[in-house]
């Protein structure tokens, strides 16, 4: 089945630097793909949809300044969290869909910002 | 835009009982309801999905209806195992492929 890979799994960052993570479609080509954010025992809320070759979408509330959105192929897609803060720290996942399977989750990058 | 509520928030059943989580959801124009299964610090993995043509749908131990008038629809396990134990989201899509998710159902099968 489809294959979305998600690097880095997790990343510790100081306050004020920026993270990058990727997200990659392995076997598919994918023109739009989703970042979503999970806080603990918490549900999955969608920051952006990322279309490739133009801006991303964000959803209401969601700082494009802060979370940087580039989907400059067909394969992958970026979020850049800038000048990170304690308050970033959160579980990251993106997904992509497939046309013969759908809807499918990248393994997500847990972000702790200290 | 959508707005998907679940309920309960936690469950707690004994093994071999049966489980039902219950969505809502709010656009009419939804019509794509998937479930999904996450374990801790894991991907949301899909386990069943319904269509807005279908009333209900079943795959082995778990079955998902739906009732578009009402727009609610519900995710039911039979019989019930540890394994089974996770955090379950339902979903309704707001546009092509954009998923508004449920806050999420805690459930604890005991052994």
Known sequence: GAVVSQHPSWVICKSGTSVKIECRSLDF???TMFWYRQFPKQSLMLMATSNEGSKATYEQGVEKDK???NHASLTLSTLTVTSAHPEDSSFYICSANDSLDG????SGTRLTVV | GENVEQHPSTLSVQEGDSAVIKCTYSDSASNYFPWYKQELGKRPQLIIDIRSNVGEKKDQRIAVTLNKTAKHFSLHITETQPEDSAVYFCAADSGTYKYIF???????VLA
């Open chain 1, 67 to 69: 979370f940087l959105i």
């Open chain 1, 29 to 31: 080509q994918a023109t």
């Open chain 1, 103 to 106: 809807y499918t989750f990248g």
């Open chain 2, 102 to 108: 449920g806050t999420g159902t805690r459930l604890k």
